[in-house]
């Protein structure tokens, strides 16, 4: 079993910036790529960014646009995602996940309970 937490959520202006965590417990995530997503309300959950398993190499959906960077911390058994110059359609819920396997395009199967994001313009 693994437990996935987020925290680093909150409410920040437009052009502000956020970094996001995600812990995790229960088993080592070191073999594992991970994700981060978000759901927007009235909207379906979607891509954010993916990291491989060991760092080395990250992935981000188009929106992103150069303003996030994800990240992780295999000491510290954690995933991060910095994001700066927010805008008011980034406000979603975040949720980080683990994949089945190594790779961000794995089904996942460890769900965080999500970290609300809210960006005013």
């Known amino acids: 079993q693994v437990q996935l937490a987020e925290s680093g959520g909150g409410l920040v202006q437009a052009g502000g910036s956020l970094k996001l965590s995600c812990v995790g417990s229960?088993?080592?995530?070191?073999?594992?790529?991970m994700g981060w997503f978000r759901q927007a309300p009235g909207k379906e959950r979607e891509f954010v960014a993916g990291?491989?398993?060991?760092?080395?190499?990250?992935y981000y959906a188009d929106f992103v646009e150069g303003r996030f960077t994800i990240s992780r911390d295999k000491d510290k058994n954690t995933a991060y995602l910095q994001m700066n110059n927010l805008k008011p359609e980034d406000t979603a819920v975040y949720y980080c996940?683990?994949?089945?396997?190594?790779?961000?395009?794995?089904?996942?199967?460890?769900w965080g309970q999500g970290t609300q994001v809210t960006v005013s313009s």
């Open positions: 990291i491989s398993y060991n760092g080395a190499s990250q």
């Open positions: 996940a683990k994949p089945v396997n190594s790779y961000y395009t794995d089904p996942y199967d460890y």
């Open positions: 229960g088993r080592t995530l070191l073999p594992y790529a």
